[in-house]
């Protein structure tokens, strides 16, 4: 748990003491959208990757991509 991390309604880190109990919660629920996620990912059909491009490049390409 050392890497969650909180923040307020601005977006602002917040420094937060977490009990055992709230440790527990918070992989459990961590451990579900894992999960889920991960269902949801292996399902996909297209990966693509946008590192270095543009905007209008990665739309062109992605319109391309699911429109041929």
């Given at each position: 748990m050392q890497r969650i991390?909180?923040?307020d309604d601005n977006s602002n880190?917040?420094?937060v003491e977490?009990?055992?109990?709230?440790?527990r919660y918070?992989?459990?629920d961590?451990?579900?959208d894992i999960e889920y996620f991960g269902r949801t990912y292996n399902r996909a059909n297209y990966?693509?990757?946008i590192d270095g491009k543009?905007?209008?490049e990665v739309v062109d390409d992605l319109e391309e991509l699911l429109l041929a």
């Open positions: 991390r909180f923040y880190p917040i420094e977490l009990s055992e109990e709230s440790e918070y992989l459990k961590l451990s579900l990966q693509y990757r543009s905007p209008s």
